[in-house]
């Protein structure tokens, strides 16, 4: 069974890798999305659903990690994938750096502080020559780079980043932090209690969201090869992360997966529909949320206990 | 061990205790007595960091550490067992306790101790903690308090709404802490089983102390004069 499923896994991974040989320039793309997006999801599901931390502005590090990337590639004429590292670390500063006065807020007032933080930060680069104010900047440095090779190598960079930070977030919440995160979720006081450093465990939550946020989002632009502020610094991101998340299950490992699947055949579908393709988004979202709150992933595990990624210890 | 002086204790504006004076003793077993809103968990609650009180205020050891941080309390060993149990569902029994175990002091007492000790706990180990009778979630409570070792374990209402089989199992658990040396501070609605278990008193009344003594040369009467305040 075990190997069986080892081997499954391999196979999926080999077609996924495969797949600039396989299929067309349009699909790579549409994988690209698929893929930063279910990055973001997960890191907004790691706040929210392990973290008990709502934060609405965590679009915040989409900007920050795509302008981070397009500024140092094209100022020193560096290859845009070897920035991606950079764009990790600028990223998880500037979370660092905002960290505490966040951290001071609570509840609905971190929510609404973070979204703040993002609308400054916008306005910010909007004001800024140096970062191409509200027109952007392109990513001149994919110039010289064919179009077969920027298409497959941007599409494997999302492949990376999907099922790296999956891989991260399971590495976190199997280790040590795992069980102080969930304690925290369940209780502040009681883990402060049980001698949990809240602050702590909270920050650390927060920079592996941001990290894994600014990396999915210098990602997704370089697939458009253009990052402006009102694009990337927009809520859209974090509404999307926030509908997956929601859709298959906050705070499972699950979920994410199934509600980015979801989001993406619902788009491809309806998405031509306009206007009513958003308020049935937005009806699905509400009904989900009051018929089955758990998500799509609790209605699959109602019956029998699913756990593929073999992080529930419980036997119950 | 443990000396308060001139403790004051406020919600925003709002005054909860107003100048206490009292004291735990090594290996002691104090009973905090009195009614609803008293203040008694404020007290509790000021001792471990959870309300934050003048440095002065609180001395163990004869260091004034009032107003320190819940895990600094901690370190030091003072654990509270809070008031509800508080237990985390999101976690199994063994989880709950070896959580705590890892943040707290190095010690005789581990999960495994405890296991041993309470083997109906260790049948359940693996069943989220909120899952089992209020008796078994509070036993796993004060394991949970237990394991980080403390020197002064602080119970505030630990026997609310268990059976009396249950309490016995409650008592039987910190009667084996207080045999290895453990101060214990109890917080107890049973005034009676309070003065039964413990070595001396404070009743508490409106945020002041009014009356003190040794258990079991308590006076019934004046216990429930400080209690009602009549």
Redesign the interface.
């Given at each position: 069974m075990k190997s069986s499923k080892i081997l499954a896994m391999l196979v999926l991974l080999g077609v996924l890798v495969a797949l600039p040989w396989i299929g067309g320039y349009a699909t790579q793309r549409l994988m690209v999305e698929v893929f930063t997006l279910y990055a973001i999801a997960l890191a907004w599901n790691l706040l929210a659903g392990y973290g008990g931390i709502v934060a609405v502005g965590q679009h915040v590090f989409i900007g920050i990690g795509a302008y981070s990337l397009f500024f140092l590639s094209t100022s020193f004429g560096l290859n845009p994938w070897l920035m991606l590292p950079a764009a990790v670390v600028i990223t998880a500063l500037f979370a660092l750096l905002f960290a505490l006065p966040m951290f001071r807020l609570r509840g609905a007032y971190f929510a609404v502080g973070t979204w703040v933080l993002a609308e400054i930060t916008r306005i910010a680069v909007l004001n800024s020559d140096w970062l191409g104010a509200g027109a952007g900047m392109p990513l001149s440095t994919m110039m010289g780079i064919t179009r077969w090779l920027r298409n497959a190598g941007i599409y494997w960079a999302a492949l990376a980043v999907g099922v790296g930070s999956l891989g991260v977030v399971w590495w976190l919440l199997r280790g040590?932090l795992g069980?102080?995160l969930?304690?925290v979720?369940?209780?502040e006081?009681?883990?402060?209690?049980?001698?949990?450093?809240v602050l702590r465990t909270k920050v650390i939550l927060w920079l592996v969201a941001a990290a894994i946020t600014g990396l999915a989002g210098a990602v997704a632009y370089m697939n458009t090869l253009q990052v402006t502020p009102s694009a990337s610094f927009s809520l859209n991101w974090t509404a999307a992360a926030i509908f997956i998340a929601v859709l298959g299950g906050i705070g499972t490992l699950e979920g994410p997966l199934i509600g980015v699947l979801v989001y993406f055949l619902l788009r491809e579908m309806f998405s031509s529909y306009g206007s009513w393709y958003f308020i049935v988004l937005g009806c699905i979202a509400i009904l989900t949320m009051l018929l089955a709150p758990g998500g799509a992933w609790s209605l699959l595990t109602r019956r029998r206990p699913l756990d593929p990624f073999g992080i529930r210890?419980?036997?119950? | 061990m443990l000396r308060v002086e001139q403790l004051s204790a406020y919600y925003g504006l709002f005054q909860a205790l107003f100048e206490v004076d009292l004291r735990v003793d090594e290996g002691e077993c104090m009973a905090l007595i009195g009614a609803n809103g008293a203040g008694k968990s404020t007290l509790l609650r000021s001792l471990v960091g959870a309300v934050k009180v003048s440095a002065d205020s609180v001395q163990f050891d004869g260091e004034a550490v009032g107003g320190a941080s819940e895990r600094k309390q901690l370190k030091r060993g003072i654990t509270l067992v809070p008031e509800g149990r508080r237990l985390f569902p999101s976690l199994s029994v063994r989880e709950n306790i070896e959580l705590a175990q890892r943040h707290g002091r190095p010690g005789r007492w581990d999960t495994e101790l405890l296991f041993q000790e309470l083997p109906a706990l260790a049948e359940v180990q693996n069943r989220p903690a909120t899952a089992l009778s209020g008796g078994q979630q509070q036993l796993v409570a004060i394991s949970r308090a237990l394991v980080t070792n403390p020197r002064l374990l602080l119970c505030d209402e630990v026997s609310l709404g268990l059976s009396p089989y249950a309490v016995d199992e409650v008592y039987r658990l910190l009667n084996m802490a207080r045999q290895d040396g453990m101060s214990v501070v109890l917080v107890e609605q049973n005034v009676q089983r309070a003065l039964a278990e413990a070595d001396r008193f404070y009743c508490v009344q409106k945020g002041r102390v009014v009356l003190d003594g040794v258990a079991a040369e308590a006076d019934h009467h004046a216990v429930a004069n400080a209690y009602f305040g009549v």
């Open positions: 040590r069980l102080a969930l304690s979720r369940d209780n006081a009681a883990a402060a209690a049980s001698g949990v450093n210890r419980m036997l119950s | -």
